[in-house]
């Protein structure tokens, strides 16, 4: 079983940028699918991102394509959500979401905070 701990949050000006992390302990890394999901004030989790087992894959949410950038290290058991040009609309809670291969059996992060100011 894997266990996740999601850093990097914080407050940002609109326009600005942050970069996310997710250590992953507990479990063989390269065997998760990783993705993050952000939850806003009053809204139901969304989808932000995920990459493949090796990295080589990505895919994103339309809100946030050619903004965010999702990479994993596997060395370091490591996820990052690259976050550019941040608007106020992704101020969430961002969660770290590990999709084991082939069971699907999934975990997740307590999540950071993303607040961006206008």
């Known amino acids: 079983q894997v266990q996740l701990s999601e850093s990097g949050g914080g407050l940002v000006q609109a326009g600005g940028s942050l970069r996310l992390s997710c250590a992953a302990s507990?479990?063989?890394?390269?065997?998760?699918?990783m993705g993050w999901f952000r939850q806003a004030p009053g809204k139901e989790r969304e989808f932000v991102a995920v990459?493949?087992?090796?990295?080589?894959?990505?895919y994103y949410a339309d809100s946030v394509k050619g903004r965010f950038t999702i990479s994993r290290d596997n060395a370091k058991n490591t996820v990052y959500l690259e976050m550019n040009n941040l608007k106020p609309e992704d101020t969430a809670v961002y969660y770290c979401?590990?999709?084991?291969?082939?069971?699907?059996?999934?975990?997740w992060g307590k999540g950071t905070l993303v607040t961006v100011s206008s």
């Open positions: 990459i493949s087992l090796g990295g080589g894959n990505t």
């Open positions: 507990g479990g063989t890394f390269s065997t998760y699918r």
């Open positions: 979401n590990a999709d084991h291969y082939p069971d699907d059996m999934e975990y």
